[in-house]
């Protein structure tokens, strides 16, 4: 178990930069979306095209980048959209339990399914080096291929998460439980 533990926290710290990086991917998307409005209101009163089509979807790229590329640390800071009314309800094993076949049954096989029909389209773009039809636009195969690359991410962390959780239940020094919970801290009050 130690082991799995040592690539989970391998796949964890993965998880961690790319989140990182993507809070950066946020600040360039905002810097973006202000050039861009500058750039037309600016040109329309002084008569002069300041966008461009490159930048407009360098925005949208960003945008793409933060979601495809942060899913993975949205559910590794537990931030994905459950039903909490029920789940925070739930002691922290039932919710370890919760947590374990939940990946298995609806995470990991939504992220292979995402995978596999995302494979052909991605390398149907790679195969025509697919521009933007817009003029001065940017190659679209690249931001793509982050369809692949966010889904496999995603379930990665999905595996990283079902580790800690069998681990904790197994009572591993230090193994995280749901939303942190530590088996070596004081135990939560159950909800009533």
Known sequence: MKGLLVISNAIDYIT???GQAMGWVAVALVLLGVINVVGRYLGAR???QLGSNMLLEAQTYAYNLMFLLGASY????????????????FSDRTRAWIDIFGAWLFL?????????????YVGRSWSTMEMSPNPGGLPRYPIKTMIIVGFALLMLQGVSEFIKRVAWLRGVPGAQG????NPDAAPRPEAV
Do not use: E, T
């Not at 949205?74 to 309800?89: M, P, T």
């Not at 749901?178 to 919970?181: D, H, L, Q, S, V």
């Open 16 to 18: 961690r930069r790319l």
């Open 46 to 48: 002084i008569g002069v």
């Open 74 to 89: 949205v559910l590794q800071r537990d931030g994905h959209i459950r039903v909490d009314i029920l789940y925070s309800r």
């Open 108 to 120: 990991i096989p939504f992220c292979a399914l995402g995978i596999y029909f995302s494979i052909n």
């Open 178 to 181: 749901p939303g942190g919970a």
